[in-house]
């Protein structure tokens, strides 16, 4: 058996975050700058019999079998044997190099199980459509993130921006002029399923309050949605600071967050906000190409521990 290689990218949510959770729509675009990559080689005549995982990101390095049975990679491996009816994996090494920040609201976790199943399942001879593997990386996020909308894994396996509403069919959407973002990265892990949990508990708390700021949500990303795609990067900008403010009601904003949004705007980002479950993590600021740069560097002095700028290109280019 060849060794096979895979790759997924990372993501951001360009907005309405959390509200997705509760059928609002939300508006994601994938990373290429991160990736994660998964290279599996068959061992047929490794002395140990067992397949091995290595995973240096997580510092992980141990036989299969050694992992708890819900361990996310554990996981994504039987789920590929089970669609295709196979009870063992011949014995591999199975290696897993991200250059993604994990807690970060770049989509680690999705690039992750997406690389590990296409990886796995090209390597066992079996082609996997984009929405089988879409499929089975939600069910491995459901393990990282108790109750996700989906929009990580659709937007990683698919690779494309995406319009995405939960349990709807979702829309590629494509800005009418090339886009970019400045991510700047907290240096604050954050879990997301503890944001999520977190926001539960206050919309469990006091319903009015959070239906009426899901709904607030979800009627600016309809707006970035039109702004997006005719190119009005003025507005676009606009509701997505928008959106950081009604986060931050919604309680997922904390500090250094909200100072890096300030400074991306004082330094000229045409809007900025949290990006994914919030509560540290990245932040994202829409800016003009020609000074994503001066951004960046004024997010570093304000204290991002690093930044990446990413492009998303228009129609035709
Ligand atoms: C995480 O990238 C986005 C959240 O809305 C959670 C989810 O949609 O599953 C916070």
Redesign the pocket.
Known sequence: MPAISCSAPG?V?LC??????YQKP?I?VPVFEGSTKCSIVAKPNSPHDETIIIAPNIALKCFLSCLVEKHPIRVAINLVLEKINLDHLPVCEIRINSSLPTAA?L?SSASTSVAIIRALSTLLGYSFSDDEVNQLAFEI?KIH?G??????NTVITYAKTLFFN?GQPFEFIVPGKPLTLVIADTGIKSS?SK??AE?RQGYLADQSKYITLFNQIGDLVLSAKESFIKGDFQLLGKTLTENHLLLREIG?SCDILDSLVDSALSHGALGAKL????QGGNMIALVDSDRAESIASALISSGALKTLITHVPAKGI
């Open positions: 993501k949510i309405g975050e959390h509200a997705v959770v939300a994601a609201g989509g996020e993130h109750t996700p909308s989906g929009i990580d939960k997301t944001a999520v926001v997922v990006s994914g479950g919030g």
